[in-house]
């Protein structure tokens, strides 16, 4: 099935070089000038990824990424002129899947799409397992949702990307740079960054019985972290 790809810049000649290029890839491309026009075609059509500019006339890049995260599971990807670290850091805490600097090379923007889109297809199959029980912790694969002893609880989309990779490695030692690699990818700010510390942090605080005294996800000096067997 072809999957569609919406692009998001204010930039006419930007979005006429990646319609080209991802049409001779086989993808549907639709395209908008603005954070207004954006949302409403990623709210009113079946959306694959989304390409997602910064600078934006009417509405910050950041802040169209954090609505579309907060209302739909579509993968987005970061491409803009604004490379300082806070701008990529604050666009991955937002639930951005990636950040690419322009200007950019042909090759590498549709390396990285295709990338995204794999993985996506590959949660997409984890979804048929179903739901994982771990400890006093359901996890619901296919609606991305989390309860605590039978209870919903509020989580975010890199929270919960933590959590299930969590339960399939229990009892084992965890180094932070695996971590990164494994959730990340590419995303290379967060191995030295303390945002993985802070999402763990987070995350403890909805999933632990005592959070100051952790369980299931201890730190290991160091190191990273161990998760209960």
């Given at each position: 099935?072809?999957?569609?790809?919406?692009?998001?810049?204010?930039?006419?000649?930007?979005?006429?070089?990646?319609?080209?290029?991802?049409?001779?890839?086989?993808?549907?491309?639709?395209?908008?000038?603005?954070?207004?026009?954006?949302?409403?075609?990623?709210?009113?059509?079946?959306?694959?990824?989304?390409?997602?500019?910064?600078?934006?006339?009417?509405?910050?890049?950041?802040?169209?990424?954090?609505?579309?995260?907060?209302?739909?599971?579509?993968?987005?990807?970061?491409?803009?002129?604004?490379?300082?670290?806070?701008?990529?850091?604050?666009?991955?805490?937002y639930g951005a899947d990636d950040?690419?600097?322009?200007?950019?090379?042909?090759?590498?923007?549709?390396?990285?799409?295709?990338?995204?889109?794999?993985?996506?297809?590959?949660?997409?199959?984890?979804?048929?397992?179903?739901?994982?029980?771990?400890?006093?912790?359901?996890?619901?694969?296919?609606?991305?949702?989390?309860?605590?002893?039978?209870?919903?609880?509020?989580?975010?989309?890199?929270?919960?990307?933590?959590?299930?990779?969590?339960?399939?490695?229990?009892?084992?030692?965890?180094?932070?740079?695996?971590?990164?690699?494994?959730?990340?990818?590419?995303?290379?700010?967060?191995?030295?960054?303390?945002?993985?510390?802070?999402?763990?942090?987070?995350?403890?605080?909805?999933?632990?019985?005592?959070?100051?005294?952790?369980?299931?996800?201890?730190?290991?000096?160091?190191?990273?972290?161990?998760?209960?067997?």
């Amino acid at each position: 099935m072809t999957k569609t790809i919406l692009v998001v810049d204010d930039d006419p000649e930007i979005l006429d070089i990646l319609k080209l290029l991802l049409t001779l890839e086989k993808y549907k491309v639709l395209t908008a000038s603005c954070g207004a026009e954006g949302l409403e075609l990623a709210r009113n059509n079946s959306v694959d990824l989304i390409v997602l500019d910064l600078n934006l006339p009417d509405i910050d890049g950041q802040q169209i990424c954090r609505i579309i995260r907060e209302e739909l599971e579509i993968p987005i990807m970061i491409l803009s002129a604004r490379d300082n670290v806070s701008d990529k850091v604050v666009c991955l805490e937002y639930g951005a899947d990636d950040y690419m600097t322009k200007p950019f090379e042909n090759i590498e923007v549709t390396a990285r799409i295709k990338a995204i889109l794999r993985r996506t297809e590959k949660e997409e199959e984890q979804c048929q397992d179903g739901v994982v029980e771990f400890f006093h912790i359901s996890i619901d694969k296919c609606e991305r949702n989390v309860y605590i002893n039978g209870e919903k609880t509020s989580i975010t989309p890199k929270e919960f990307d933590l959590l299930l990779y969590f339960s399939e490695k229990k009892g084992q030692v965890l180094s932070r740079d695996d971590i990164v690699k494994d959730i990340w990818g590419k995303n290379t700010v967060y191995s030295w960054s303390r945002s993985l510390d802070v999402h763990v942090k987070n995350l403890r605080q909805k999933v632990e019985i005592n959070p100051k005294n952790p369980d299931i996800i201890k730190t290991v000096s160091g190191v990273g972290y161990k998760i209960k067997k």
